[in-house]
């Protein structure tokens, strides 16, 4: 029966113990190179593992020659099960910056079950000082490890990208797919070449499943190569059963035989040859796949607003080959939202394993990295405290101890006397402090990123209208704003354009006050926030907030918000605060702006649904929430959204912007499948069918 299959790559996330994570077991022979002490097996070859890495993967997959054939921005995909020591990823990097056009991008996808702590990983790479100015990028952004989930690392301006998925092999793949349900294999990603590597299949045979290679048959496509350092039976019948042909060739050094091996063609009906629609379908309708034809061959692209969200995507675009124009009505860009002096850059954790935690912490750690090298210019890495000033908070601190307790370089729990201490003023309450967090000025950070070759930037232009003709979309009607894609991103005007009137957004007014320094107040030395936030002072200006108004309209700024926004400061720093209290309310300046957000507090990135056809299609989830319809969602060719970053823009921003280009370049997620739905802008047209209201 056809869907047993399904059923059996369904299996794989039984086990599933997210917040654990096994580090790698480790001990050193006599020439200091890594073994496994749990699998009793190298992690390469002991005669020359950068050697073996070459003749195995590099060669046998033909990437020298491939990369060098390769068109100006176009991207290859290398996919790896075991990332150990990185030696691979490392000697693939070497490789294309050899012979790949500098237009070029690889990704380079692993999945690791038991990663190395970074002294191990460190003490490893150390065997390869001819690879030291590439693996000390590798440590320097190695991530830290929260149990299971995606990692993303950019390296030189994007050129490379690795995604680092830390699970068992064949469910981290499995999250790849656009929907795990193989019917859809046609629509996931496709790897041009596969790194079978892992402990060999007689100590660890656990990995090399038929759920890996079942995944590995719906992530390739005609052309997809593969190699490995192994011939054993289990290898050699898995790549067949995953539609491979393969060859024995010689192996590195005294290995006699390994395999390399090629896809003619993927018929992805390989497996399933007999779709079985059926209502009972163990998988939801795949409305979230987007089944127009890749219609970018032209990679231009316009995005209507000049914000944060707006930026960061013009620049994840530009660095992949787009050519940009972005659109702004002010004369100056990131002038409204991401117009403040001074933006905190905090996400807000949290111990359940729901959509709202996990995309925070990505966003997070994705954006740590991100502004790792920006500092500089566009703000400060302080440090932020979160205090636990409210019982709630306490409460939630707690519960974060376990899940967080060895993500020092993320989050820490600090003592009151410690908190003060990072400070540098009194403090009553313990906290959790994130070190490598700070504030950022996002016009500064906006202007940056927009100086790249391929962003035009075009101030005081309203786009008032979209229409698609031709294939493509013009802005009010004007042939000189005309391009096959555009991306939305003028956050709650958004809701202007007919094609997105069906969402919810929300807009919410706030207002931040800035506060001239005092002789104390100027000895804060990182961002404090409780039930509001201040920030050290820039060039004798602290910068607090902010107050939510919901529905409310007025820019001007108000007495009583001020009033509001210090005294939610009141509480962790009393003393401070009386001063500022006694002065003159109407001296003290301050800014008003609009966030935009949604009624589940995750931003909308991904395409434009196509609203009435989406709603006729998927109609019978009205009466059975649970009805399988075969059909793929519809979606609008080319329009896209980026908005709803509510109060967190600087932690979003980046990691959608990544997200966004994924969508539209067809190029592997740097979040799980599940978590890329979740910010689908069209998951409110279905969630409203479910629940008849439309
Ligand atoms: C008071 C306040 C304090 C905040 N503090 C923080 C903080 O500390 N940390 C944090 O992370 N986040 C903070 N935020 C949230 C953060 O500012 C937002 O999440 C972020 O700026 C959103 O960026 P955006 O690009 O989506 O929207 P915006 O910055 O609003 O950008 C949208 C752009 O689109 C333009 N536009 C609109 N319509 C059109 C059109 N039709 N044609 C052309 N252009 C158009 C607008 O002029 C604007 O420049 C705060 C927000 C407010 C209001
Ligand atoms: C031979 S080492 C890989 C070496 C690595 N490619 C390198 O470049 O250093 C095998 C790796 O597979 C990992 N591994 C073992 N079982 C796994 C599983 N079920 N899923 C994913 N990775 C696994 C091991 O932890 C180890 O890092």
């Known amino acids: 029966m056809v869907r047993t299959s399904v059923e059996r790559v369904w299996s794989v996330s039984d086990d599933k113990n997210p917040d654990q994570i096994q580090y790698a077991q480790l001990h050193w022979d006599e020439d200091g190179q890594p073994l496994s002490s749990v699998f009793g097996d190298v992690y390469f070859s002991r005669a020359n593992g950068l050697e073996e890495t070459r003749h195995v993967f590099l060669q046998h997959n033909q990437l020298a020659q491939r990369w060098q054939a390769l068109p100006e921005t176009t991207q290859f995909t290398i996919a790896e099960t075991g990332f150990g020591s990185g030696l691979n990823f490392l000697a693939a990097w070497e490789l294309w910056l050899a012979t790949a056009p500098t237009s070029a991008q690889l990704h380079f ?190 990679k231009q692209a316009i995005i209507i607003g000049a914000g944060l969200a707006g930026c960061t995507s013009a620049r994840a675009l530009a660095e992949r080959g787009w050519k940009i124009i972005l659109l702004e009505r002010n004369s100056a860009i990131a002038s409204e939202a991401s117009g403040n002096p001074q933006g905190v850059l905090y996400a807000k954790l949290s111990h359940k394993e729901e959509a709202q935690a996990e995309f925070n912490l990505a966003s997070m750690q994705f954006a740590q990295a991100f502004y790792s090298s920006r500092w500089e210019n566009i703000g400060e890495k302080s440090g932020v405290l979160q205090l636990a000033h409210c019982t709630s908070e306490q409460l939630l601190q707690t519960q974060l101890r376990e899940k967080f307790s060895s993500a020092n370089e993320l989050v820490q729990f600090v003592s009151a006397p410690q908190a003060s201490e990072i400070a540098g003023t009194p403090l009553d309450f313990d906290a959790i402090h994130f070190p490598n967090a700070g504030w950022i000025n996002p016009t500064k950070l906006c202007v940056q990123l927009v100086q790249h070759p391929l962003i035009q930037v075009i101030t005081a232009t309203n786009a008032l209208d979209i229409e698609r003709d031709d294939g493509n979309w013009y802005i009010n009607n004007n042939p000189a704003l005309r391009a096959p894609v555009v991306i939305i991103a003028n956050a709650r005007d958004a809701q202007h354009f007919k094609q997105i009137r069906h969402l919810p957004i929300k807009s919410i007014r706030g207002q931040i006050t800035y ?160 978590l890329v739905n979740a910010l689908n802008p069209a998951r409110f047209l279905i969630r409203d069918l479910i629940k008849n209201k439309r």
């Open 515 to 674: 506060l001239p320094a005092t002789t104390a107040s100027k000895k804060i030395k990182t961002v404090i926030c409780s039930e509001g936030y201040i920030a050290p002072a820039k060039d004798g200006i602290h910068c607090t907030g902010a107050t939510f108004n919901l529905k409310e309209e007025s820019a001007e700024l108000r007495i009583e918000d001020h009033q509001t926004n210090l005294e939610n400061l009141h509480e962790p720093l009393k003393d401070l605060v009386d001063e500022w209290e006694n002065q003159d309310k109407n001296l003290l300046g301050g800014r008003v702006a609009f966030r935009c957000t949604l009624p589940d507090y995750l931003p909308a990135v991904g395409p434009v649904a196509d609203e009435i056809s989406m709603l006729n299609n998927f109609a019978p989830l009205r009466k059975n929430a649970r009805a399988f319809i075969q059909d793929t969602g519809k979606y609008l060719p080319g329009l896209y959204l980026n908005i709803g970053h509510g109060s967190r823009g600087l932690a979003y921003t980046p990691l959608c912007a990544e997200i966004l280009a994924a969508h539209i370049n067809n190029e592997p997620f740097p979040i799980a499948n599940e």
């Open 109 to 298: 996808v692993s999945v690791e079950k038991f990663p190395l702590t970074k002294d191990d990983l460190v003490r490893s790479l150390a065997l390869w000082p001819q690879l030291q100015s590439l693996s000390q990028q590798l440590i320097d952004s190695y991530p830290c490890m929260i149990g299971e989930g995606f990692h993303r690392l950019s390296f030189m301006d994007g050129r490379i990208k690795l995604t680092l998925i830390i699970n068992d092999a064949a469910r981290g793949f499995l999250q790849l797919l656009t929907t795990t349900d193989p019917l859809y294999s046609a629509y996931s990603p496709k790897v041009d070449a596969w790194f079978l590597d892992g402990f060999a299949p007689s100590k660890n045979p656990q990995m090399w499943s038929e759920d890996l290679f079942s995944c590995i048959h719906q992530l390739s496509k005609a052309g997809t190569t593969a190699a490995t350092f192994s011939a054993a039976a289990i290898v050699k019948k898995g790549l067949k059963f995953a539609g491979f042909t393969l060859e024995k060739v010689a192996g590195f050094g005294r290995k006699r035989e390994m395999l390399k091996a090629s896809m003619a063609d993927n018929n992805c009906d390989y497996f399933y040859p007999q779709p079985a629609y059926k209502s009972s379908s163990p998988f939801p309708s795949p409305w979230s796949i987007n089944a127009n034809p890749n219609i970018h061959a032209k």
